[in-house]
């Protein structure tokens, strides 16, 4: 697939189903993230695979998160434990943190491009991805239950990964509309 195919196929996936995917193309992703381009050579990202035993701990504190003064729905809990446990990988992003505002600027920019090559390669293999950066994301007990010591790193998304529906087209920008010649 060449870069601009790549590009124009990748969508976020809202909803995954629960086949596997093999591991080579996981790594091969992960290699891809490490060739983005990043000032001073920092390469600030960091990338934990997440098994099913945690995505059940990080499930339980999204329901807390979700019904913390609610009675339970049984509809509805079984959509957010689907949302936790079919996807084929959870990897969680983080970015080490930098005492200094424009480096850790700069920094997060380079995560950004290597989460985008990391969702470029797995769409080179047929795999979709989302990267979610919701509540859930940045409690204390996410941080605990993950092991990130959120003095030092900080979890800037979850990326799902797998394979799953494709989402509706969104209509984007034209070229004319965001580029002139003078
Ligand atoms: C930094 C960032 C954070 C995002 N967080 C969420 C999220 O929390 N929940 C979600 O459903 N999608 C999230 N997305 C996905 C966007 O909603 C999605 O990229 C956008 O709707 C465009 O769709 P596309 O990725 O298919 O082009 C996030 C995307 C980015 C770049």
Same mark, same amino acid.
Request: proline content about 3%; hydrophobic content about 30%; some cysteine.
């Given at each position: 697939m060449n870069v601009q195919d790549a590009i124009k196929?990748?969508?976020? +996936? /809202? =909803?995954f189903n629960t086949k596997l995917v093999p591991e080579i193309i996981i790594e091969r992703a992960i290699e891809a993230a490490n060739y983005a381009p990043? /000032?001073?050579h920092t390469f600030p990202w960091r990338f934990i695979s997440i098994k099913q035993e945690k995505r059940q701990l990080l499930a339980?504190?999204?329901? $807390? @998160?979700?019904?913390?003064? /609610? =009675?339970l729905d049984a509809i509805t809990?079984?959509? %957010?434990l689907k949302?936790? @446990?079919? *996807?084929? /990988? @959870?990897?969680?992003?983080?970015? %080490?943190l930098n005492a200094d505002a424009k480096r850790e600027l700069e $920094?997060?920019?380079a995560c950004a491009c290597a989460i985008q090559n990391l969702s470029l390669s797995l %769409?080179? #293999?047929? %795999?979709? =991805?989302?990267w979610s950066t919701g509540k859930i994301? =940045?409690? &204390? &007990?996410?941080?605990? +239950?993950?092991? +990130? #010591? *959120?003095? &030092?790193?900080?979890?800037i998304g979850f990326i799902w990964i797998g394979y799953g529906e494709l989402p509706p087209k969104i209509k984007r920008p034209l070229v004319t509309s965001i580029f002139w010649e003078w």
């Open positions: 196929n990748r969508r976020t +996936i /809202h =909803s990043c /000032h001073l339980n504190e999204a329901l $807390d @998160l979700k019904f913390q003064n /609610h =009675s809990k079984e959509k %957010v949302k936790f @446990l079919n *996807p084929s /990988h @959870l990897i969680i992003a983080s970015q %080490v $920094d997060y920019a %769409v080179g #293999d047929g %795999v979709g =991805s989302k994301t =940045s409690t &204390q &007990q996410t941080y605990k +239950i993950i092991g +990130i #010591d *959120p003095n &030092q790193e900080k979890i």
